[in-house]
């Protein structure tokens, strides 16, 4: 999370108008749950129940300013489905929030988490506001009143936070803190991503990274492709970015680019990935490294690679410049970094694209771990966390991959028709209540 400043003044939706010409994350979601739906014959009635969400939440956060003013934001809570299990999902922090963004992640939640077979359904929240701007003190009245405007979907069984853009284990421990007054007594379980001092779980903060790492590694298994040498290239290198950056390394692979907001840095006989690790964590731009060529953030995704990593923002690979990435293996660390027109490009091209419901999913699996934990109040080494990640994340790359294989559709397809079948099962066995 940025840190946070002294104030200028934010107005409300300054975004507004150039968000609405941006592509729709939820109808780009959805052009890819049509298809899967379609491919799995879903039965007319249950494809109109999973197209909709149970439930949308929209709250007014009057939060006061440190200067004496009131201002009042805008939040969101999505609960897109719940028959799996409690909602999981983040709470977002940022400009460019907006319901049909909070719809979409909310849906990606419920696909992710039954790709990875985890007992839970899917969420997502956000406000409207840019925390660069807000002082600590106005980001924890922020928290808790908007907490207080959901908290009659939150809980343990009902609806599990976790954090997202901009929100880190301090926002969540607010949140555990302002559910926990109202119910009158300490409830842990009722968020994930806390600090591991009061009920997080060891991993969760390098789990997506490592994810990313083993998905990876299988799938360099499963091209026949080496470990040692192979370059990798990661835009973001942020929690998820510097991690899988960190561990790639680790198994043999060689970074040879990475990038943050401020551009990326560039070897092609790889980084000095301790050097640039010590950069970042100095709070330093990677604009401002001197060891590297520098390149522009659409540069870093077309660099002569194997393994790219979008591990940033949504829609950064598009139709424009899908045809000129030159890796073999996309492994999507973020949430929705491709839009549906570059699918087809790189299927076309023969790019093996990890996608993002698989890829990124390490993050919500040791979440699982965390909520496990803290229900069962016994607490788990670190080891034993990685392993079972790992088992999770090789078995679930094993049936994406086996269901792309059967349909014969990639992975992306493959993945989707791994998470709406499940879903689909458990509302057929439960039936519609009347
Ligand atoms: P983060 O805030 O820790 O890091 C984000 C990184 O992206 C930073 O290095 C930032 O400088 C960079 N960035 C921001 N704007 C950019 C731009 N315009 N171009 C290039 N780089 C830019 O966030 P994170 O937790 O690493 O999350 C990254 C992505 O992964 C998001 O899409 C998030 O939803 C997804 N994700 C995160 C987790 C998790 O556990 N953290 C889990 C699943 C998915």
């Given at each position: 999370m940025s840190t946070p400043q002294r104030h200028a003044h934010i107005g409300i939706r300054p975004d507004k108008d150039t968000f609405l010409v941006q592509e729709n994350p939820f109808e780009e979601m959805m052009s890819r749950f049509d298809d899967a739906a379609k491919r799995l014959g879903l039965e007319p009635g249950l494809y109109q129940v999973l197209r909709f969400p149970e439930k949308q939440i929209i709250v007014s956060v009057p939060v006061l300013r440190d200067n004496g003013t009131v201002e009042v934001f805008t939040g969101y809570r999505v609960i897109y489905n719940t028959s799996r299990g409690p909602a999981k999902g983040g709470i977002r922090f940022d400009l460019q929030v907006n319901l049909d963004e909070v719809k979409a992640l909310a849906a990606w939640m419920t696909w992710k988490c039954a790709v990875v077979n985890l007992p839970f359904g899917g969420a997502k929240g956000g406000v409207i506001c840019d925390p660069a701007t807000m002082s600590l003190g106005e980001l924890e009245r922020l928290t808790r009143r908007y907490t207080s405007g959901i908290i009659?979907?939150?809980?343990?069984?009902s609806d599990v936070p976790a954090p997202d853009v901009n929100t880190n284990e301090r926002v969540m421990a607010w949140v555990m803190d302002t559910y926990s007054m109202h119910k009158r007594h300490t409830v842990t379980a009722v968020v994930t991503g806390k600090p591991v001092e009061m009920g997080g779980s060891l991993g969760r903060r390098e789990a997506t990274g490592r994810g990313c790492m083993f998905v990876t590694r299988e799938a360099l298994k499963k091209l026949g492709m080496p470990i040692k040498g192979t370059r990798v290239a990661i835009q973001g290198f942020g929690n998820v970015g510097s991690v899988a950056a960190e561990l790639m390394s680790g198994l043999g692979?060689?970074?040879v680019a990475v990038s943050d907001k401020s551009g990326g840095i560039h070897d092609p006989k790889g980084l000095n990935l301790a050097e640039v690790l010590k950069h970042a964590r100095d709070r330093k731009l990677l604009s401002d490294y001197k060891g590297a060529e520098h390149v522009t953030n659409q540069e870093l995704l077309t660099i002569d690679c194997d393994v790219l990593v979008p591990a940033a923002l949504e829609n950064v690979i598009t139709d424009e410049n899908a045809k000129h990435i030159k890796a073999r293996i996309i492994c999507e660390g973020a949430n929705g970094p491709t839009t549906a027109a570059a699918d087809k490009i790189l299927n076309q091209k023969g790019v093996f694209v990890i996608p993002d419901i698989l890829a990124n999913a390490g993050g919500v699996t040791v979440s699982y771990f965390e909520w496990v934990q803290d229900r069962g109040g016994y607490f788990w080494d670190e080891a034993t966390v990685n392993q079972r990640l790992e088992r999770i994340m090789v078995q679930s790359f094993d049936e994406v991959t086996a269901m792309a294989e059967k349909h014969k559709v990639d992975n992306r397809i493959g993945a989707y028709m791994l998470a709406i079948d499940r879903v689909a099962a458990v509302h057929r066995l439960r039936g519609l209540y009347a």
């Open positions: 009659d979907t939150l809980g343990p069984d692979l060689t970074v």
